[in-house]
């Protein structure tokens, strides 16, 4: 039963305004993190933010739950502005953060211990959390005994016991194993279902697809660089939810299909995906194995050069955050287009998917010093060099001008996987310089 209707007319518990964020990055330009994001949660709903790992989708969870300020707009909570931690909300976190040392109980009720709520009264109300999401029984024992899945309970008792208005989750299942998430998953719905939990309503962070239709009463698609707002679809289809439903399918599908649209302007393939511009443009950390491995699932039957996303990502079992960056790094090289949950090998990409090593080296080698600047900037420094040498260090420096240190660090090693594939420069790990010793 979809609970979205009665939630319609209602007041909203928590409302977003415009909120932006963002981070500073030293002597560099400041990241914007989220750009005018509006989101507002209702009594008896589920609302989850669905994107992609660098949305911001967490920065935005942690800015509601008064855990970080906003750069920009405001949160209210039941009518009250958000000022530092917010009582009215519990939070599940991605990793269990449970404290090794205390038991399962101990960990419950740590929460009501730091509301001042008397022994007696905070043993009760945790076994009661305890017993309510299926661990009782195991009050005695340490985080070291339990499973993923047994963790991840606690951390849902331990939210649930204080017992808040709004439970915020951060990609709460990712962390688990497919079974353990789905039985977990299901037993939520369950409690939410059954009106068991003393919660009005969960804001949950995802970046599955499938879960997010699985659980929400409306999503929220969000687009990166920066994080922001780009779609709202109701899900009005009963619970429990048949991932098989051709309603459920089509849901999906146009998921993907957002996720993958192309700007209005853009007549090239799609670079926007990555942040930046040019040298400074963020590279994702694809090997150069998984593009060929993705060329060549795509080039063969029954795709025959052009697939369906959704299909693509059910037979691989691969989530957003491990399919985009792969078919989007072939779009940016010219190898594939991605547009409208679909991808279709260019022309080029078929040459590589039908080439031998060596033709696949040179192509590969052709589109990036045509298509990633940055592997044409390091190309062009060392063949000017009358040494033929340059030290990682200083292109590092260049990309620090652009993006925080992480970033340059990952987009430089990126870039020195693919061009060692393609032959077209050399780096020694010893000495940390780039040369053209090994190129002809």
Excluded at 5 to 13: L, R, S, V, Y
Aim: net charge negative; with cysteine.
């Amino acid at each position: 039963m979809s609970v979205l209707e009665p939630a319609i007319a209602a007041k909203p518990i928590v409302s977003v305004e415009n909120v932006g964020h963002f981070y500073q990055k030293g002597g560099a330009t400041d990241l914007l993190v989220l750009d005018g994001v509006n989101v507002t949660l209702r009594s008896n709903e589920i609302v989850s933010l669905l994107g992609r790992s660098g949305s911001g989708k967490s920065t935005l969870l942690r800015i509601i739950a008064g855990l970080m300020p906003a750069s920009s707009g405001s949160v209210t909570i039941s009518g009250q502005a958000v000022n530092g931690p917010a009582s009215q909300v519990a939070m599940v976190f991605q990793s269990f953060a449970l404290f090794p040392w205390l038991t399962v109980l101990q960990n419950v009720e740590i929460g009501l211990e730091a509301q001042g709520m008397a022994p007696g009264l905070r043993r009760k109300q945790a076994l009661t959390a305890i017993d309510l999401i299926g661990l009782d029984g195991f009050e005695s024992a340490y985080p070291k005994e339990l499973s993923g899945g047994m963790r991840q309970r606690v951390g849902l008792a331990r939210a649930l016991v204080v017992q808040p208005e709004v439970l915020l989750m951060d990609e709460p299942f990712s962390a688990l194993d497919v079974l353990t998430a789905e039985t977990l998953r299901t037993d939520l719905l369950d409690l939410w279902c059954e009106g068991r939990m003393p919660i009005q309503a969960i804001l949950l962070v995802t970046h599955n697809i499938e879960e997010a239709v699985l659980m929400s009463d409306r999503i929220l698609v969000f687009a990166s660089n920066p994080g922001r707002v780009i779609a709202e679809l109701k899900v009005d289809l009963p619970q429990p939810r048949n991932r098989l439903d051709p309603a459920f399918r089509q849901i999906v599908d146009d998921i993907y299909a957002r996720m993958t649209m192309r700007p209005a302007a853009a007549t090239a393939p799609r670079e926007g995906a990555f942040p930046g511009t040019g040298i400074g443009l963020i590279l994702p950390h694809v090997s150069t194995n998984v593009l060929a491995g993705l060329i060549e699932t795509v080039n063969g039957p029954p795709y025959d050069g052009r697939a369906d996303l959704p299909a693509l990502a059910s037979v691989l079992q691969l989530e957003i955050d491990d399919l985009f960056p792969v078919a989007e790094t072939l779009q940016l090289l010219r190898f594939a287009e991605v547009e409208g949950g679909d991808i279709r090998l260019a022309e080029a990409g078929r040459r590589f998917a039908n080439g031998e090593v060596d033709e696949r080296k040179h192509l590969f080698a052709q589109h990036l010093i045509a298509y990633v600047p940055l592997v044409a900037h390091i190309r062009r420094v060392l063949d000017e060099r009358s040494s033929h040498r340059a030290p990682a260090a200083r292109f590092r420096d260049e990309l620090e001008d652009y993006m925080p240190e992480e970033f340059a660090e990952k987009t430089l090693r990126t870039v020195i996987s693919w061009a060692r594939y393609a032959e077209t420069f050399a780096f020694d790990e010893g000495t940390g310089v780039f040369s053209l010793e090994n190129p002809t």
